[in-house]
């Protein structure tokens, strides 16, 4: 397969994911202090790092750009110091419009949701590039419904329009989507989430009025889509120490309804040091559990799944090993729970425990979707109609809010 060439718009934060992961990473095991030597590590030893593969790429990133020259220079800077070159580096106001005039195959957009990213992304559909853009999609309703009939207006099958969800490629959301759609437990009843962060998490700025949700909340949004389909309506409320309608709020709970006439509840609440994600699913024969910590800080760049099934007889089952971020996380599962049974024996439960689950193996993932859809013109796995449709999911929780009722998502 031919080495697509790829440029990244914007240099923050999450730029490194996107290039971390269109060039490849390889996992390096460093020895333990039994060890003298790197080829001695043990085989069990789970102290390892990262590393980019730089002797076979996935990808070439050959263009960087930012509003800031410090941002690019400081990304320029960061590779080359790895071994890494990036050819063309842009920096100021108009400095996307110079990286969208290079042939390339693909762009990364790694842009907050600020009235310039709309700017961008219609630029890019206008000259027809194949785009990846990291959520959320933009700053308001207006603006993404632009963008989405963009799409439609430009719309050719010879290019890729996507965004970069990674929390859809954790073991929880795959294999959860997986159970509801073949109706392995019957039909979905109800979907309860419990997803708390740390303080800071809710001081940082806002870019709209949909700040808190916009921010904070975007994986939730599209992950509630992606399990079960489009959402009909929602009834929200927030409250912080202010009272009611704060704009950090401390807490926000939502209930909300599928097309399909599931019900659910989302609730998002501050307070402790880390975040954790709690995900309960109840079928007609079954309830499914899953949860998340990022216990470690040290977990930025690996996965690591704990699971166990159970059957209706109670006897435990094993799905397919879940395929580990470096070689070697134990390929059996560690059984840290029993199985929860009614008397007549239809109750399985599955728990999930996923440490660094925003780490690089979920954006690998992405990266490699989008580099495959460009590769063969196919369609990715989640588009930037997404996008719109996250947002107008926002919107109707905000609505819901600041009127105070239950209000339809359409």
């Not at 600020?114 to 959520?135: C, D, F, G, H």
């Not at 963008?147 to 010879?158: L, P, R």
């Not at 660094?356 to 193996?361: D, E």
């Not at 926002?394 to 009722?405: D, G, L, P, W, Y």
Request: proline share 5%.
């Amino acid at each position: 397969m031919r080495k697509l060439n790829i440029g990244i718009i914007g240099c923050g934060g999450i730029s490194k994911s996107h290039i971390n992961s269109y060039i490849g990473q390889i996992y390096r095991i460093k020895p333990s202090k039994k060890d003298t030597h790197e080829n001695n590590a043990s085989s069990s030893n789970t102290n390892g790092e990262y590393i980019l593969n730089l002797k076979d790429p996935k990808a070439n990133v050959v263009a960087i750009c930012d509003l800031l020259e410090e941002k690019v220079e400081e990304t320029y800077r960061f590779y080359a110091e790895q071994g890494y070159t990036i050819v063309h580096k842009f920096s100021g106001e108009d400095s996307y419009q110079q990286l969208l005039e290079l042939d390339l195959d693909g762009i990364s957009i790694c842009v907050p949701p600020i009235p310039v990213k709309e700017k961008i992304i219609l630029a890019a559909l206008s000259r027809r590039k194949n785009i990846l853009a990291e959520k959320p999609l933009s700053y308001d309703l207006e603006s993404a419904k632009r963008i989405a009939d963009a799409i439609a207006d430009t719309f050719d099958e010879k290019s890729v329009s996507a965004m970069c969800y990674n929390w859809r490629n954790t073991f929880i959301m795959k294999k959860l989507r997986e159970i509801i759609n073949n109706y392995a437990n019957g039909k979905l009843q109800h979907l309860s989430v419990i997803h708390v962060e740390p303080w800071n998490y809710f001081g940082e700025s806002f870019y709209t009025n949909l700040g808190y949700l916009l921010e904070h909340n975007i994986h939730d949004i599209n992950y509630l889509r992606f399990l079960n389909g489009e959402i009909r309506e929602v009834e929200a409320v927030a409250y912080g120490g202010d009272g009611r309608l704060p704009k950090n709020p401390s807490s926000i709970t939502i209930n909300f309804t599928y097309e399909n006439g599931t019900k659910g509840v989302f609730h998002s609440m501050n307070g402790t040091r880390e975040s954790a994600f709690n995900i309960t699913a109840v079928f007609e024969k079954g309830i499914i559990h899953g949860f998340k910590s990022d216990i470690n800080p040290d977990f930025e760049w690996r996965d690591t799944p704990y699971y166990r099934l159970f059957g209706p007889d109670g006897r435990e089952i094993y799905s397919e090993p879940y395929e580990p971020s470096s070689p070697n996380l134990p390929s059996k599962p560690n059984l840290s729970s029993k199985p929860i049974l009614t008397p007549d024996g239809k109750i399985s439960w599955i728990t999930v425990n996923e440490q660094g689950v925003n780490g690089g193996l979920s954006h690998n993932q992405i990266i490699n979707d989008f580099l495959e859809a460009v590769q063969y013109k196919k369609e990715p796995k989640s588009s930037v109609v997404d996008g719109y449709n996250d947002i107008k999911f926002i919107s109707a929780i905000t609505r819901s809010i600041q009127e105070n009722k239950r209000v339809n998502v359409n």
